[in-house]
DNA sequence: ACCTGAACACCGTTCAAGT
DNA sequence: ACCTGAACACCGTTCAAGT
């Protein structure tokens, strides 16, 4: 590797080397810069010091360029998810409040990522970033089993628990990103994620113990007596 | 009006007549067939038959129209939340319920619509569309602190049940449009919303009638004693 | 006041030709 | 095997010229 650079800027030679890489390098930070929508192939190209047509020799088209930065997008995302978890420790509730915290920052620092992942349906419904968004959910239902079972509960709820906190997560971090939920209009994301998820948490632990782990569809205001 | 149609397909004259109203139609189409990402201001030109450099008459350019078009959906989506919810007939829950459902049969009736209001943060930061969605969270907020008042508790913290609430059904919405939460994997978007904003108000409740209406920041788990 | 027509820069995509 | 160069259709935007 002597003739090339290391991927990012310009290169030397005719061949590049680690076009791929350098391509999604440039398109993370173009994403980053200018959000997902203002993401362009030909500008991707030409940042690494290549042609406009030289990107279609790694990818078939824009869109899975866009798909694979989607699926390493929620390879990391897993990555944070898991380490802010650390196995539970000290305690599955404290563990799990920093995986709350670990979620908004991922998507504050790094908002088109996030949008990219999670924005449209044909962007990133291939197999493989499927299986990278699966891992994300897993680490969340991991913990949410983790803390019912800590609490004395059965795990049976789990899964449900773990869907409520990620569209609960999901939802204020996307009102964050897109300024919807501004701390200046007394609603810090950071607050709110904390309150409902403590919320959605401590109900689903209530509801466990009650031993009633799907209530029927009753109106609800008071708990199934 | 002898020389002008309805406002939708080409015109017969020089002049269109209700150009704007036209193309933000069109607009709504394309952007239910293909998503905002998919709309062009060409082709909805091209549709109410106009030239492509038409449109900036009536607009200063394609985010103005995106705008524009944001702001009805949010008129649109405030007027469904109201009718929904109802005055709060016959009683608050109930109305609530009402009121879940208007909201993911908005989003997912018109996903294309929904996704533009709550998309890009620029592309809706008008004062204008800023306003309309003002309104829907002022018909959640509403809606909240009924509930709260009709279960004997103070009101004080149905601004951060509304937020709750709010960033939960966007997060349920956000997540079954763009697939992630889908019928087949056992993740019904309806049952979650419902169990999940349940859960929201009834913690709400609890910690209203329990006198803390803002808990200090102490792990959580367990209802501060 | 409102729209056309032509123009410009830019983008996605293809493909024969170069290394 | 990998990239260039030229080409095509399309898009956003501007502006002088038409009605």
């Known amino acids: ?3 090339q650079d290391n991927g990012c800027g310009p290169r030397r030679g005719y061949h590049h080397g680690r076009l791929k890489d350098a391509l999604i390098e440039a398109a993370r930070h173009l994403v980053t810069e200018r959000g997902p929508a203002g993401f362009t192939l030909s500008e991707a190209a030409k940042r690494v010091g290549v042609t406009a047509g ?7 088209d824009r869109a899975d360029l ?3 930065l989607a699926r ?5 995302f897993s990555q944070r998810l898991e ?8 305690d599955a509730i404290a563990a799990f409040r920093r995986m709350g915290g670990a979620y908004l920052a991922f998507a504050r620092e790094e908002p088109g990522l996030y949008s990219a992942m999670f924005g449209n349906v044909a962007t990133l419904s291939t197999p493989d970033s499927g299986a990278a968004a699966d891992r994300a959910l897993a680490a969340i239902r991991n913990a949410a089993a983790a803390i019912l079972r800590q609490h004395g509960a059965s795990d049976a709820g789990a899964r449900d628990l773990a869907f409520q906190i990620w569209a609960y997560s999901h939802g204020v971090a996307m009102l964050a990103v897109s300024g919807h939920l501004n701390p200046a209009h007394d609603a810090d994301p950071t607050r709110i994620l904390e309150e409902g998820a403590r919320n959605l948490v401590e109900m689903s632990i209530r509801r466990a113990l009650a031993g009633a782990p799907a209530p029927p569809p009753s109106p609800w205001g008071r708990p199934a007596t």
């Open 1 to 3: 590797m002597s003739k």
């Open 54 to 60: 030289a990107p279609y020799r790694h990818f078939t």
């Open 66 to 68: 866009m798909s694979e």
């Open 72 to 76: 390493r997008g929620f390879e990391q």
């Open 83 to 90: 380490r802010a978890w650390d196995e539970g420790k000290p």
